[in-house]
């Protein structure tokens, strides 16, 4: 029993590099970002490149085909940004943990007639649902740089919006 179960966590955490794998930049560091600007919030876009003079964003409209859109620093308020595969990570590794938790608190009980193999299999399920709330709640974190429409603002945060584009050595 406890080699079949073992062998299965060992068995998903293998398969997590292919669930997660990126589709258009492959091997790359993709960062989801949101835009909000003036009167619109550019959603669900990829941070291609960032320059002096501002930002260049991927956005992927529903049904079309993907639009590379330049925003000057002076249009931008605030930029969030999270790394794409963050939340099913973060959900995935908090199951785990709150399984590995549940089922040595469950094995560890011996109240039960059912004896301690019985109660580290409840203690292993019931533990998941609230791990992969936590692990929920931390993934789901975003980085929050606040510009203003300040170009001082923004230059001063250029090195690390670098940091999280695609493009970090050619950026124009």
Known sequence: ?????????????????????????????????????????????VLLR?????????????????????????EIIEIKLRRKGKVGKGVLYGALGGMVVGAAAGASDDSGYLGP????????VFGIIPGSL??????????????????????ENLKSLKSYSIYKENSM
């Open 134 to 155: 936590v692990g929920l709640t931390v993934g789901a974190g975003k980085e929050k740089i606040v510009i203003n429409k300040n170009k001082n603002t923004y230059l």
């Open 1 to 45: 029993m406890k080699s079949k179960c073992i062998g299965s966590v060992i068995t998903l955490l293998l398969l997590t590099g292919f669930v997660f794998s990126q589709r258009e930049f492959k091997g790359q560091t993709v960062y989801k970002t949101w835009v909000e600007l003036e009167n619109v919030e550019i959603r669900d876009g």
């Open 50 to 74: 960032a320059d002096e003079s501002g930002i260049t964003v991927r956005i992927y409209p529903a049904g079309n085909e993907p639009v590379d859109r330049k925003i000057s620093a002076e």
């Open 117 to 124: 193999e019985f109660g580290a299999l409840a203690g292993g």
